[in-house]
DNA sequence: ATGTCC
């Protein structure tokens, strides 16, 4: 990044001043050495996001912060509808809801010895991934309403799942105020058979073993010790959330252009929350949530069955579950005034700390816990919230390692069956039907996550509590 | 991310 573009104002906090159209300063959170990293492109998408209606505080970019569609990856910006403020449609991600669910099994690293490969073959076998792959379940449009609607106690409901699941899942697995009426047929067309199912690109299933516990409370809380067998997932709201995002790029522009908002980007594209299309994307979105949220929920209990052939010992309960592609309603103090604001966290964790109203009794004394997945080949991070990021950057932390290379350029660099057969040998199994799509994931193509998770601790945006590594990767 | 360009 050319330095000439912001401010260092602390060791991990960079400064975008307000300048021309921006309303507010733009905020980077990041080292030395990541923001020498990022790409000039992360400082225009900051600018860009500054300068829409109703903006409040700042815009932020996250640690892992890189290009994206309109907004960065890692940003997060939140606007006051009372001011003309807006809601974007790649200000939430094509992923709406895409977000990160991990599980304890009761398990230990030697109760799986001698059957990484068995129970790889088990998770692969049972686990629908890659593009275009279809679940078990087939769901008319009125069905599938009543998923959009209800989320994952939807599924719970229709036997995925325990009720106790529930509340380990950010609002009860529940958005309230989705309407399905607003989703597109052809969204729902989409989806119709890719319930319960990963998708592709970065999302994963992952056996996973803690190897280091830096917060013993925090730890002992989430129920966390060292080796450990955990089990993550990251996924989101498939080809729906995909499709209700272009739908609603297009009649954003449109929407945009009518008021005569500028758009440096056509994929900044947004319109007032008090708007026709603002209040149908608002609806259209939650749906979209509800349908991650049910997605992750089917996937677990898949987990489950996989567990019921390959260890009746085991335990499959949820850690937590936090997506990191929203747009949600929360209440922030600025300036000392409590204000109702539309939070944008594209990449970008919701990392409540101690105390917070929402949060499930076992955790509300230490804090929300912020999971961060990492790459095939690296680290997965627990972290807790904190109270003092409320005032950092709205309580939100990073939500990965974040991509440093394009995935046609990660291709021309590295053959996928290079990188399973390398990370083979370092006792990582991976199991995919896209062989290329592991070039994509290699883990070079990432930045350093520990770096990223480092940034966020030291800041404060949250805190580290464990360190898991991947022993298993079920790729999508 | 994605029926990887209706």
Redesign the pocket.
């Known amino acids: 990044m050319d330095r000439k573009l912001v401010k260092q104002k602390s060791e991990y906090r960079w400064i975008v001043e307000r300048a021309g159209a921006m309303k507010v300063d733009g905020v980077i959170f990041a080292s030395e050495s990541l923001i020498a990293g990022m790409d000039n492109k992360v400082v225009e998408q900051v600018r860009n996001v500054a300068a829409l209606p109703g903006i409040v505080g700042a815009s932020y970019a996250m640690p892992d912060a890189h290009w994206g569609y309109g907004f960065c990856i890692g940003g997060v910006a939140a606007f006051d509808p009372d001011a003309g403020g807006i809601i974007s449609a790649g200000g939430v991600g094509?992923?709406i809801a895409?977000g990160v669910r991990t599980l304890h099994t009761g398990l230990k690293l030697r109760d799986l010895e001698g059957r990484h490969e068995l129970l790889a073959d088990l998770l692969f076998r049972k686990t629908p991934a890659g593009?275009?792959s279809t679940g078990r379940i087939k769901l008319r449009p009125a069905q599938l309403d009543e998923v959009l609607a209800n989320g994952a106690p939807w599924a719970v409901e229709h036997g995925y799942g325990l009720p106790d699941d529930l509340r380990f899942i950010e609002s009860g697995g529940r958005m309230p105020g989705a309407n399905p009426a607003k989703v597109s047929d052809?969204a729902k067309q989409?989806q119709a058979e890719?319930m319960g199912t990963l998708?592709?690109?970065?999302?994963y299933l992952e056996v996973q073993q803690v190897v280091e516990i830096y917060d013993a409370e925090a730890a002992a809380a989430f129920g966390i010790e060292p080796d450990d067998i955990k089990i993550s997932i990251h996924?989101?709201s498939?080809?729906l959330g995909?499709?209700v995002g272009t739908d609603y790029l297009k009649s954003m522009a449109s929407c945009a252009r009518q008021m005569g908002i500028e758009l440096p980007e056509r994929e900044l594209a947004c319109a007032p929350l008090s708007s026709d299309v603002g209040q149908s994307y608002l609806g259209a979105m939650r749906s979209g949530i509800n349908c991650a949220l049910a997605n992750r929920q089917i996937l677990t209990h898949l987990v489950r069955e996989v567990f019921d052939e390959f260890q009746r010992s085991a335990a499959i309960r949820l850690l937590f579950d936090v997506s990191h592609n929203t747009c949600q309603e929360e209440t922030h103090t600025i300036d000392k005034k409590p204000r109702r604001l539309f939070v944008h966290r594209k990449g970008a964790t919701r990392a409540w700390g101690p105390g917070h109203p929402g949060l499930p009794a076992e955790y509300a004394r230490v804090g929300q816990p912020v999971l961060i997945g990492g790459t095939m080949g690296t680290a997965s991070y627990i972290l807790v919230g904190t109270a003092e990021s409320e005032h950092m950057g709205l309580s939100s932390s990073c939500h990965g390692a974040g991509r440093n290379m394009s995935?046609t350029a990660a291709t021309k660099q590295w053959n996928g069956k290079d990188i399973a057969r390398q990370l083979a040998g370092r006792g990582i199994l991976i199991r995919t039907r896209?062989i290329r799509g592991v070039a994509e994931e290699a883990p070079q193509a990432y930045k350093d996550v520990s770096e990223v998770v480092e940034v966020s601790h030291n800041q404060g945006l949250a805190r580290k509590v464990a360190k898991l590594v991947p022993l298993i990767c079920i790729k999508?």
Do not use: A, P, T, Y
């Open positions: 094509f992923d895409c593009v275009g052809l989409r890719e998708g592709s690109g970065n999302h996924c989101g498939r080809g995909h499709q995935r896209s999508g």
